[in-house]
């Protein structure tokens, strides 16, 4: 079953924040993954309220944390699933993987859309050896480089 787990937007985690000032404060932490500190949030009232000022600048990095989380998570799902068959001859070294193709694996596992931390999370590459894979996919027209229509950041397309 591929089942892909589902973002959590910084807007709605925003909403969220605001019913605490109804009193119902730590939900967004919840919506977060971050259920201790919901708790105490929710008991303390949002640490006295301070805590949940501090938060309004603090949901963005949240919000991200939780979604390379996810990803992460995916990725390994998807990656102990998939079947593995490696033969290997005595005295012969294994087979490398070629890059390009867990990069395309990857990119077909998430709607054919990879932002560079994803790619990064699915090859196990640096970020310099990342950059110049994305470029060779480029060159070669596997993929065509665009911005997120909603958050505006950087994403990689491709026709796999």
């Known amino acids: 079953m ?77 990656r102990n699933n998939s079947p593995k068959v490696t033969l290997v001859k005595d005295n012969e070294p294994p087979v490398k993987t070629d890059p390009m193709l867990i990069l395309l694996k990857a990119a077909a596992a998430h709607d054919n859309v990879l932002s560079i931390g994803q790619a990064m999370l699915a090859t196990e590459l640096p970020l310099e050896e990342i950059e110049g894979l994305l470029n060779k996919a480029l060159k070669q027209n596997l993929a065509h480089i665009d911005n997120d229509e909603q958050t505006g950041a950087v994403r990689y397309y491709f026709d796999v």
């Open 2 to 78: 591929n089942q892909q787990k589902q973002e959590v937007d910084p807007g709605v985690a925003y909403i969220l924040w605001a019913f605490g000032l109804m009193g119902f404060c730590g939900i967004h932490r919840f919506y977060s993954g971050k259920i201790t500190s919901g708790l105490i949030y929710f008991f303390t009232l949002g640490f006295f309220g301070f805590g949940q000022f501090v938060d309004l600048f603090l949901i963005p990095g949240m919000t991200r944390e939780r979604n390379l989380r996810l990803l992460y998570e995916s990725t390994v799902e998807a």
